[in-house]
T-cell receptor, first 122, second 113 residues
Framework: GAVVSQHPSWVICKSGTSVKIECRSLDFQATTMFWYRQFPKQSLMLMATSNEGSKATYEQGVEKDKFLINHASLTLSTLTVTSAHPEDSSFYIC??????????????????FGPGTRLTVT | LAKTTQPISMDSYEGQEVNITCSHNNIATNDYITWYQQFPSQGPRFIIQGYKTKVTNEVASLFIPADRKSSTLSLPRVSLSDTAVYYCLVGAALFGGYQKVTFGIGTKLQVIP
């Protein structure tokens, strides 16, 4: 099946610094990727939709200048948390969908999720 | 985006069949129903997807009534390793297959020895 990876799997940074998280689709091309944030014991919250070659679309309440998203290729999207603060500590998860012509599972669509990145800001 | 409602938690003994029902009263004609499983500190994992009637794969079955306003995920003979949070998602393929979904609170399934 399709695999999505994230790097790093966990990161600790100091308040005020920036952190970049990578999301890669390893064996398929993904025109669109999604970024989620999950706080302890809560559900996933969609932050933004990352489109290859164009600007990301952010959900209401998500600061686009704080969470910079770059989708430079069909297999890579990055999320940069700028000037991180302790309240940004969370579990960040990305997902990607296969393009229509690559679907071989018979499913109409499927999002493949990465393993997540644990960010701790001290 | 259709809103979903699931029980917050369920307990089951090992070896039993578990049924988790999700309500999605405002499901649209183009919407599909997808269930995901999530273990702590991991990304969600696809379980099963369906549009109507019954779908079965190697790990679960999905029952969808004719009105499609609800769906039931059935896990046969659960084991301790099935302890996880299960999410029901409803949405349509957009722009050639790229779906924006909203996660509900999910159902925390606790399997008891």
């Amino acid at each position: 099946g399709a695999v999505v990876s994230q790097h790093p799997s966990w990161v600790i940074c100091k308040s005020g610094t920036s952190v970049k998280i990578e999301c890669r689709s390893l064996d398929f091309q993904a025109t669109t990727m999604f970024w989620y944030r999950q706080f302890p014991k809560q559900s996933l919250m969609l932050m933004a939709t990352s489109n290859e070659g164009s600007k990301a679309t952010y959900e209401q309440g998500v600061e686009k200048d704080k969470f910079l998203i770059n989708h430079a290729s069909l297999t890579l999207s990055t999320l940069t948390v700028t000037s991180a603060h302790p309240e940004d500590s969370s579990f960040y998860i990305c997902s990607a969908s296969q393009t229509s012509r690559q679907r071989s599972s018979g499913r109409v669509y499927e999002q493949y999720f990465g393993p997540g990145t644990r960010l701790t800001v001290t | 985006l259709a809103k979903t409602t699931q029980p917050i938690s369920m307990d089951s003994y090992e070896g039993q069949e578990v049924n988790i029902t999700c309500s999605h009263n405002n499901i649209a004609t183009n919407d599909y129903i997808t269930w995901y499983q999530q273990f702590p500190s991991q990304g969600p994992r696809f379980i099963i997807q369906g549009y109507k009637t019954k779908v079965t794969n190697e790990v679960a079955s999905l029952f969808i009534p004719a009105d499609r306003k609800s769906s039931t995920l059935s896990l046969p003979r659960v084991s301790l390793s099935d302890t996880a949070v299960y999410y029901c998602l409803v949405g349509a393929a957009l722009f050639g297959g790229y779906q924006k979904v909203t996660f509900g609170i999910g159902t925390k399934l606790q399997v008891i020895p």
